[in-house]
């Protein structure tokens, strides 16, 4: 059984006649031909009536799952006896999820999210590569030793591998294509797997071509 997130979306995107928001009422779908809000919680669907609302048709069967989520204590299979801590991770019903830290922390979080939910307060935006989402991103002296251990006679541990690499970066436009990017300082940073990547695509070569 599909979930009615799922088909929801689904919905949206291939005939562009809903859309989800926030509302009073919480997170829920707009159906443009009727203007009509449906908070997610009593969304339903039919293969009869559609998409419809639970509250409206108490007896009608509906015919979608909900993405349950579920919160679960980690167990640590070497847990520090001198630092004791019980984080907890939450789940959906697919079995995939986040871990959310300990008891104080899940309590920090909930003004954060329901300013979210009531609100729409949210902070400035970030890159899906952020490094806060765990990309891995690295410094220059760290791509020197990763370009190092790749080829040890092509990039030597010497300022020349440290140059070649940021002349790589300003030839081939790296900072708009996601490669590498600079802080307010200056300083650059590389994006590991297509840094990788890089090193494979110039393997044998001569020159460094970006």
């Not at 059984?1 to 995107?13: A, G, L, W």
């Not at 409206?56 to 006896?81: K, L």
């Not at 986040?98 to 979080?109: A, D, K, N, S």
């Not at 140059?163 to 490669?179: C, D, H, P, S």
Request: glycine share 8%.
């Amino acid at each position: 059984m599909q979930s009615i997130q799922d088909m929801i979306s689904e919905y949206c995107q291939e005939t562009g006649l809903a859309h989800t928001e926030n509302r009073e009422g919480g997170y829920g779908v707009v159906f443009h031909d009727e203007g009509e809000f449906i908070p997610m919680r009593d969304l339903g669907y039919s293969g009869r009536l559609g998409f419809y609302r639970l509250s409206a048709f108490p007896d009608v069967a509906n015919e979608a799952s909900y993405n349950t989520w579920t919160i679960h204590p980690i167990r640590e299979r070497h847990p520090d006896p001198d630092h004791p801590w019980q984080p907890y991770a939450l789940l959906d019903s697919d079995g995939f999820g986040y871990i959310l830290g300990e008891r104080w922390q899940v309590e920090e979080l909930l003004p954060v999210l329901k300013a979210f939910l009531d609100d729409g307060v949210v902070d400035e935006p970030i890159d899906d590569d952020d490094e806060a989402l765990g990309t891995r991103w690295l410094t220059i002296s760290e791509a020197v030793e990763e370009a190092h251990a790749f080829d040890s006679e092509k990039y030597t541990l010497t300022e020349s591998t440290d140059y070649r690499i940021r002349q790589a970066a300003r030839r081939g436009n790296w900072l708009e294509n996601g490669k590498a990017k600079q802080d307010s300082s200056g300083r650059w940073k590389f994006h590991a797997r297509r840094f990788r990547g890089w090193l494979v695509a110039n393997r044998g070569r001569t020159n460094d071509i970006a």
